[in-house]
């Protein structure tokens, strides 16, 4: 068997994990797994632009209060809040896109951090709305075709559902010929708009695609919870996001999903040794960079020739 | 003839630097005309500004009647203008066949609208077609980073090729080429005019090669019109003789 099917099967199996242990933990910190990793995969959509974008948990903060918001005060069926909260963060992306992805390298980080901050703020500070930082409280429960998803490893379906779906959509851009055009610009920009390729159109495409993948599941996260603060959306998100997407790799788009399912139960592991949680956090993800480079990606490949 | 570039009083300054005085020129369809000048002339800020990397100062830049001035690099590119440089751009991790495939699907879908339009790929056929009249049929498959320097410019030409251009932009073909090679690029050159009637202009240092292929030249110096006309024109011309060539200078 190839190597890389084996793999697939392997990630398959680990997807059914959580119902042989029937822990409703253990179902939690899975959903986590698939809200963290779509995000992941948007930033490392950016990455394959050459752009760290620190904006990504905020797009997925619109997501998630504008489902929650739209649910709530306009009483829209969840199933379309939740759809509008990606089409939001999309928009917002589009919007911010033309200017900012003009700008590149620390300029670029720089800048997607200052509006991370600012929406930050508004969630914040826009307490008649957002609940500030007591909180949004009494978000519904999703419901699909009358079906209300009240239990953890519902959520746990439908983050899988969406993570599978961005893996597909995402792999099959990469392997396609606009893979190429978004890999020929970001390895010679130059080049490629000698030859007419619409540099700045193409990345606010990307960015668009990010805002959008943010913002959905920023809409599942709120439904799941039940409950939003300001805190999950700021910048401590975006170094989780670096975080995932080096220790994972950012050649493949299997990077950042092998990366998400090491990195996201990290914390839970290290619970029980609560006052040395971050220094052993760290010390991980220096040892990964230091001894596995390229990601856990390029551990397959070392050894099994092209993953 | 019909212009299919023209040039009118391009000037081009940085602070108190003019890199470019008041140019004008114009290529004819089906020419191959050529700017030379010695180091720091300004010939390369004017391919520059044509190119669409730099906005000029004052004059204007059009193609084909439409004034193309300080339109952005990609723009130029999508009216038909390909260019090469003159350092070597290439995908150097792809093959040949992978280079030539990118810039046809880069020009192709230069725009994700694009992609909803019903353009259809060229194929193989062209590609391969390209690949052949460039003369780097036999090394398709070959990566391009391995490919010898002068055939890693070619390739650039196949690329600029592969976008089925009017006009070619070329900044020094010949720059890094031995003289054999440097015979197989002017070679190439030629049969692109005769053979698929695409224009071109050349920025080159290369004096004998020049001479030898453009039917038109323009001297520049000190970002200054000199001269311009045929070699001929060129060689027996005072003032490019003094102000450039030498009095010693021996042309091939």
């Given at each position: 068997m190839k190597r890389i099917t084996t793999l697939y099967a392997a990630l398959a199996v680990l997807a059914l994990v959580p119902w042989?242990?029937?822990?409703?933990?253990?179902?939690?910190?899975?959903?986590?797994?698939?809200?963290?990793?779509?995000?992941?995969?948007?930033?490392?959509?950016?990455?394959?632009?050459?752009q760290l974008s620190i904006a990504q948990p905020a797009f997925m903060g619109i997501g998630a209060y504008a489902a929650a918001l739209l649910s709530m005060q306009l009483g829209l069926p969840t199933p379309a809040a939740l759809l509008c909260g990606g089409l939001i963060g999309g928009l917002m992306a589009l919007a911010t896109g033309p200017v900012f992805l003009r700008i590149k390298g620390v300029y670029f980080v720089l800048l997607t951090y200052a509006f991370g901050e600012v929406i930050f703020l508004i969630f914040q500070e826009w307490t008649s709305l957002t609940g500030g930082m007591?909180?949004?409280?009494?978000?519904?429960?999703?419901?699909?075709?009358?079906?209300?998803?009240?239990?953890?490893?519902?959520?746990?379906?439908?983050?899988?559902?969406?993570?599978?779906?961005?893996?597909?959509?995402?792999?099959?851009?990469?392997?396609?010929?606009?893979?190429a055009i978004i890999e020929a610009l970001n390895e010679d920009e130059m080049l490629s708009r000698s030859i007419?390729?619409?540099?700045?159109?193409?990345r606010v495409a990307a960015y668009t695609l990010s805002g959008f993948i943010a913002g959905?599941?920023?809409?599942?996260?709120?439904?799941?919870?039940?409950?939003?603060?300001?805190?999950?959306?700021?910048?401590?998100?975006?170094?989780?996001?670096?975080?995932?997407?080096?220790i994972g790799g950012t050649g493949s788009i299997l990077g950042p999903l092998l990366g998400a399912i090491v990195v996201v139960p990290l914390p839970e592991l290290l619970r029980?040794?609560?006052?040395?949680?971050l220094l052993i956090y760290g010390v991980c993800l220096m040892a990964s960079i230091i001894f596995i480079k390229q990601g856990l990606v390029s551990l397959g490949r070392r050894r099994g020739g092209k993953a | 003839m019909t212009r299919v570039l023209d040039v009118q009083g391009l000037t081009k300054r940085f602070g108190g630097l003019t890199a470019v005085s008041d140019i004008s020129f114009s290529v004819e369809k089906g020419e191959i005309f050529g700017i030379i000048g010695p180091n720091g002339a300004g010939?390369?800020?004017?391919?520059?500004?044509?190119?669409?990397?730099?906005?000029?100062?004052?004059?204007?830049?059009?193609?084909?009647?439409?004034?193309?001035?300080?339109?952005?690099?990609?723009?130029?590119?999508?009216?038909?203008?390909?260019?090469?440089?003159?350092?070597?751009?290439l995908f150097k991790q792809e093959t040949v066949r992978e280079n030539l495939r990118r810039a046809e699907v880069i020009a192709r879908l230069n725009h994700p609208f694009a992609l909803f339009s019903k353009s259809k790929p060229n194929g193989e056929v062209e590609l391969e077609d390209v690949a052949r009249f460039v003369g780097l049929g036999a090394l398709l498959d070959v990566v391009a980073g391995g490919l010898a320097y002068g055939h890693q410019k070619?390739?650039?030409?196949?690329?600029?090729?592969?976008?089925?251009p009017k006009l070619i932009l070329m900044d020094e073909p010949a720059a890094g080429l031995n003289p054999s090679e440097k015979?197989?690029?002017?070679?190439?050159?030629?049969r692109l005019r005769d053979e698929r009637g695409i224009s071109i202009l050349i920025v080159e240092h290369d004096m004998p090669l020049v001479m030898n292929i453009c039917d038109r030249i323009l001297v520049v110096n000190q970002g200054k019109r000199i001269c311009l006309g045929t070699p001929d024109v060129i060689k027996a011309d005072e003032k490019v003789i003094d102000a450039y060539l030498g009095e010693n200078y021996e042309f091939a």
């Open positions: 042989f242990l029937g822990n409703r933990y253990v179902f939690h910190i899975a959903t986590m797994i698939t809200i963290m990793t779509p995000m992941a995969f948007s930033m490392g959509l950016m990455l394959k632009l050459g007591s909180g949004l409280y009494g978000i519904p429960k999703l419901s699909l075709f009358g079906f209300r998803l009240a239990q953890t490893y519902h959520y746990y379906v439908l983050g899988l559902v969406f993570t599978v779906l961005c893996f597909l959509v995402l792999r099959g851009i990469e392997k396609s010929n606009i893979g007419g390729s619409n540099a700045i159109a193409w959905i599941s920023g809409g599942i996260y709120a439904f799941y919870i039940g409950f939003l603060s300001p805190d999950p959306f700021g910048f401590r998100g975006s170094v989780d996001l670096i975080v995932i997407n080096t029980e040794a609560r006052q040395y949680q | 010939k390369t800020t004017l391919f520059n500004v044509i190119a669409g990397h730099y906005k000029p100062t004052a004059g204007r830049v059009a193609f084909a009647g439409i004034d193309i001035t300080a339109h952005s690099s990609d723009e130029i590119g999508r009216r038909g203008i390909a260019r090469t440089f003159q350092a070597v751009h070619i390739l650039g030409i196949g690329m600029a090729m592969m976008v089925s015979r197989e690029a002017s070679t190439l050159v030629r």
